[in-house]
């Protein structure tokens, strides 16, 4: 289904307006959360269970069944190579699926968003508030997935504690892209690029499969400008898939809250200007 | 604390003193970058506290910008705006603390209860969790919804949608209840009880401000009114007030069968009434006594299929300032 929004950008937006430092209040932010944590709550019984079923069959089929054949990746079973991988990966869509469709519904159908800003909460707040939501989505697909790993042995290091957090960058980063494309586009349709010409890429060529230094050297740079890319190594490490290594670890975490901080200032300044016209 | 007997005040001083408004316009323009009209063109407008002021106008009239402009929504392009003393451009969070907002779009949140609607409203102001619960129970009940806080949304009906947005504007208790077209698209039942709701809001101290081209409702509820059109204000006064300065006291309404006599009507009588109109197959006489204006026609001898006299309204001063035609 297709859901026409106004049709282009609300007019006065240029290069600068979009990229104006925003002042979100995070209490009002909250508000913005809770308020989709009470629409949740009334669908969160059907919601959670697939969200362990997921990770539960990608390892059975994906990392045993494929591994049987693979055997192993630089000395390591298959399945524990590519579980924190599919941990990013669940983190990944778990955000977008957030703020896509659902942020575009609740900005151009339900006009959720105008009935919440004649309150103190104002299009920013709204924005953080969403992007708040992104990551505790985001987390709820991750976090069963390292649950489930640990289940089957595929985490050796107890660096895995820290994975609510790298789990949290990594669905904040999903979230303020997310949240940026949705605030541009005209109509729902152009979801379907964000996810063929994006997103599935993304998931097939960030090392989740197989380590990026089976493609050619070009490929390789180009990973490295993948979001996922950096969730996946981040996850790796945690989980001591190859050793953890804290240092590296700690780039990747900050490459993700980097792209983050930059991205920031997007979706707030395009809300405010579709809100407050 | 006030002191009315304070010998130092004038008695005008006194009544500025009383009287702040509660919004002040004066100049407001608002220009769409897409549009080369301006929606809002250069109006003043005060509205006093415990007051209900409507906004009259055709669609297009900027009634609606208007209202955004208020409830901090829409960025005013010139002049000067203050809503309770405060700059909706910089205080905007303080101010729609303070106030409620019936759109004319209904924007329930359609995932969540009935009840939950007013419950989630409430915490967007911050309300304690508890507070919240007997604040919505309350505004249930304000509206005659009690029964209904465990509905889906979707299956209430148009009137009752609508007076849920308005118990929903009500949560935060709030000094100005700003209602955009607070009863388009509801059957006389329905309206009735939001006019009755809204009076007793009015009674308890609310300062209502509302948008309509409902005449009858601007009759029935307003203090004050504008006639809004084409960005400007026409006129203002108390309904009772435009009705006395713009149109005669009387009206008398003829049909005619055909065009010709039609025609032969207005030579025949127009000349006699303060003013008169040609409306398809209508002539509107404006007169001072209708009874005597009716036996001038019967004496006259002319055909007509119908004639009717009734007292002049709001909806003839409306027609008579923004003219007859369709604006869109």
Known sequence: MSIRGPGSLPPGVTFTSVWRWPRP????AYRMWERNLLSYSHRWHINLVPNFFEPFFYLLAIGFGLGKFVETIKGVDYARYIAPGLAAVSGMYGASFEVSWNVFFKLHFAKLYDAVTVTPIDPEDVVVGEMMWGITRSLMYSLPFVLISAFFGLVH?????????????VGLCFSVMGLTFSSLIPTSDFFSFYWTLFLVPMFLFSSIFFPIDSMPGWAQSLAWFSPLFHSAALFRELFGTFGTNIVAALGHFVWLLGLSAILWPVPQNIFRQRLVT | ?????????????????????IVRAAGLIKTYADSPMPAVDGIDFEVQERQCFGFLG????????????????????????EVMGLDPSRDQRR????????PQETNLDTVIRVGENLFAHARYF????KEARSRALEALKFVQLEDRSEWDVEHLSGGMKRRLLIARALINRPQMLILDEPTTGLDPQARHLVW???????????TLVITTHYMEEAAQLCDRL?????????????????????????????????????ARLVVGVADRAADHEVAGDRLILHVDDGEAMLRTVNDSGLGYETAAFRPASLEDVFLKLTGRTLEE
């Open chain 1, 25 to 28: 209040s995070f209490r009002m």
């Open chain 1, 157 to 169: 290091s107890w660096w895995v504690l820290l994975t609510p957090v790298a789990g949290a960058a």
């Open chain 2, 1 to 21: 604390m006030l002191r009315f007997t304070d010998e130092n005040l004038t008695p005008a001083q006194l009544t500025s003193f009383v009287m702040q408004p």
């Open chain 2, 58 to 81: 055709p669609n297009g009239a900027g009634k609606t910008t208007t209202m955004r402009m208020v409830s901090c929504r829409a960025r005013r392009s010139g002049g000067v705006l």
């Open chain 2, 95 to 102: 101010i729609k603390e303070h106030i409620g907002v019936v």
């Open chain 2, 126 to 129: 911050g309300i304690p969790k």
């Open chain 2, 196 to 206: 009755d709701r809204l009076r007793e809001l009015k009674r308890q101290g609310v």
């Open chain 2, 226 to 262: 504008v006639v809004m059109h084409q960005g400007k204000i026409l006129v203002e006064g108390s309904p009772r007030e435009l009705i006395r300065d713009h149109v005669a006291p009387e009206v008398v309404e003829l049909t005619a069968t055909d065009q010709p006599e039609l």
